[in-house]
Every structure is written in C-alpha cells, then in structure tokens.
C-alpha cells in the first residue's frame, strides 16, 4: 500500500535560516508527489508537484523540492524562511486505489519560525 | 473556472446531535469527491470518496457516512455525533489522473 512518512513531527527555525523538511514515499510505481501547506484554520495551498522531468521542483513562495528516487524522498527546502511561513506541511503522492483516485498524505510537520 | 466550495467554515455542535457538512463544485462534470479529516495533533486520514452519483466508498468504519445526491455535491453525516469526530474536515476534487487536486476551505468542527 502507498504510504507517506515525514520524520519531523514539529521544527523550529529562526527567521532567515534555511529550512529542510522530509518526505519519504512508498509507491510501487512512479509517483506524482506534492507539498502542501496549511496555515492555522486554512484548507490546503499546493506548494509545488513533481510528475516527471527535472527532479529539482521550483514552487511558490521560494520552496523547491527534489526528487531522489533512489532514497525514496521529496525533501522541499527554502534558503531564507520568513516569519510568514509559519504553518503545516503536508507531503503527498497521488495514488490510485480502486475506482477511485486518492492523495495519500504524511503526518505533517508542523514549522515555527523564531524572530 | 472550477472552484469548490465548502460551508460552514466553523461549527459547534453537542454531543448526540446531527451533522451536515456540504461541498459543491463547480466548472466541471463527473468529479471524483472527497472528504478528509485531519485531528488535532495527527495528519489527513481519508474517510469517503465518490466517483459518482450514490456511489461512495468508505475508508473508515466509524460514525460518519457520506452522500452523492447530485453530481457536483457531496455531503458529510452523521446523525449522533461524537467527542471524539471534532476535527478539520476538507473536501477534495482530484482530477487528471491525480495530478491536480483542489480543496475546499475545510470546516472545524467542535463537538461539545
């Protein structure tokens, strides 16, 4: 079955530090794989998605990705993290299951972000 | 456009009394539909999906069923609700051979 692991379960950063957060999937075929974020009482905001191509995902708000097939992850990452991007982040893989169409989604890590 | 709505964003409710949460969507046909809960402290865990009309399919056993009466509408249940169903619940559409996803706004949910 398709599964989604994110380490981390709470980070703490300081206003522009780098930040690094892990996903590690488990798919038995090539995997459409995404970040999402929430922020507090919000839905979710797609952050960026890999389907193919070039495993190095630019996204929004600064955060890229990349796609390691040999180790399994999705790791996203941001140079400079900003007091705004304090909220919950959430790896996914799209996966099918039956008739229907699913995203198998991690745990979350939740990011403080330290003035 | 598509877009997909979902009300109410917040609601307290008691023990023991009924739930209806509501999402509809719009700028397409034949979506495929989901709702999601996500308790405190703990991730998105699946509990229905619909491929289409009266065709649903639990993930979860529990107290909570889901209803497709049109195309564009799925609704959340339950007719005594919990302590234990507080949460954020989301409704999904998921398209395009899973590449795309669009979530409504999500409704927290209290039950007291």
């Known amino acids: 079955a398709q599964s989604v692991t994110q380490p981390d379960i709470h980070i703490t950063v300081s206003e522009g530090a780098s930040l690094e957060l892990r996903c590690n999937y488990s798919?038995?075929?090539?995997?459409?794989l995404f970040w999402y974020v929430q922020s507090p009482g919000q839905g979710l905001q797609l952050l960026l998605k890999?389907?193919?191509?070039?495993?190095l995902v630019q996204g929004i708000k600064g955060f890229e990705a990349e796609f390691k097939r040999s180790q399994s992850s999705f790791n996203l990452r941001k140079p400079s993290v900003h007091w705004s991007d304090a909220a919950e982040y959430f790896c996914a893989v799209g996966a099918l299951k039956g008739l229907g169409q699913n995203f198998v989604f991690g745990p979350g890590t939740r990011l403080s972000v330290l003035p | 456009s598509q877009t997909i709505h979902q009300w109410p964003a917040t609601l307290v409710q008691p023990v023991g009394s009924p739930l209806s949460l509501e999402c509809t969507v719009e700028g397409t046909s034949n979506p495929n539909l989901y709702w999601y809960r996500q308790a405190a402290g703990r991730g998105l865990q699946l509990l229905f999906y619909?491929?289409?009309?009266?065709?649903i399919s639990s993930e979860v056993p529990q107290n909570l069923s889901a209803s497709r009466p049109q195309d564009r509408q799925f609704i959340l249940s339950s007719k005594k609700l919990l302590l234990s169903d507080s949460g954020f619940y989301l409704c999904?559409?998921?398209?395009?051979?899973?590449?795309?996803?669009?979530f409504g706004q999500g409704t927290r949910l209290t039950v007291v």
């Open positions: 619909s491929v289409g009309i009266g065709q």
């Open positions: 890999y389907f193919s191509g070039d495993t």
């Open positions: 798919y038995g075929a090539t995997p459409y």
């Open positions: 999904a559409w998921i398209f395009g051979g899973n590449t795309e996803a669009f």
